[in-house]
């Protein structure tokens, strides 16, 4: 994670940002901060990146790389504004001792990326449309070794895959189907027939922005309808309140890069 001490709308690079609505970035901090505290009252391991002042998105560290099985595949940015943020991600994981790979192709990280572990033996489900680049589909494969299912998403307010889709554990998923294309709707529907399906209101109030450890599911506190879902499907919805980060057009998921090992 990494602190939004920097963190403003100067620039808008989605249809969430609107630089005329003034943040409020002491309640950002705030609000953060109880998204560090309850991933850590789970039980959970935080790392801290250093926030730079100049990159007011860095907050969202899922952009920054995706990493599987100890490997992590290096994000490269759309948006010049952004475009620093990936040497701040590399310098952390080679640090750290992660077997880094840079990438050449355009794509931003977890926001397009996602690993269910135990579904089909180990499946990465990758967005393009907006941001990531179909090409980076067939480098993050090639990097990781584990096969990647393509999804077009459709509609520019959902520009990330994980502003539409999340997974809830290691082989099930939960999704919003107007994210995607619909071959992209045909294909999730084949390969997940038990997932866990959204609605707009879920998918607007950024609820399927959220991170799960397979039990305990943190999502924005926004989503009611969808905590209500989830907890009928047996997981424990956490809701947090991250209005101020929402300006910017991320929530929960946004602002926490998965480390897997
Ligand atoms: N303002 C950022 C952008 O448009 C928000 C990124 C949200 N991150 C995410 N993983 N969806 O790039």
Redesign the pocket.
């Given at each position: 994670m990494c602190s939004p001490e920097y963190f403003a709308v100067e620039y808008a690079?989605?249809p969430w940002?609107d630089v005329t609505r003034p943040v409020d970035p002491e309640l950002a901090v705030k609000q953060w901060d109880r998204l560090r505290e309850t991933l850590v009252g789970l039980g959970h391991e935080v790392h801290l990146l250093a926030p730079e002042p100049g990159l007011p998105?860095m907050v969202?560290a899922?952009?920054g790389a995706f990493s599987v099985d100890g490997t992590v595949y290096g994000a490269r940015f759309k948006?010049h504004q952004?475009t620093a943020e990936a040497a701040a991600h590399r310098a952390f994981y080679e640090s750290q001792g992660w077997r880094f790979i840079a990438p050449n192709e355009t794509n931003?990280g977890?926001?397009d990326f996602a690993y269910l572990p135990e579904a089909h033996g180990g499946l990465i489900l990758a967005g393009y449309g907006f941001r990531t680049e179909l090409a980076a589909h067939a480098e993050a494969q090639e990097a990781l070794g584990r096969p990647v299912i393509s999804l077009r998403l459709v509609d520019p307010r959902f520009?990330?895959l994980?502003?539409a889709l999340a997974s809830i554990d290691d082989g099930n998923i939960v999704y919003y189907p107007g994210a995607f294309s619909a071959a992209g709707q045909k294909v999730l529907a084949q390969l997940f027939p038990d997932a866990v399906l959204a609605e707009a209101e879920d998918v607007l109030a950024f609820g399927l922005?959220l991170v799960s450890d397979g039990a305990n599911v943190v999502l924005n506190s926004e989503a009611t309808r969808l905590a209500g879902r989830l907890k009928a499907a047996g997981y424990t919805p956490v809701p947090v309140e991250l209005a101020e980060l929402k300006k910017?057009?991320?929530s929960v998921?946004?602002c926490i890069a998965e480390l897997r090992h």
């Open positions: 690079i989605n940002m998105d969202y899922a952009n948006h952004r931003e977890e926001g520009y990330h994980d502003v922005n910017g057009g991320g998921k946004c």
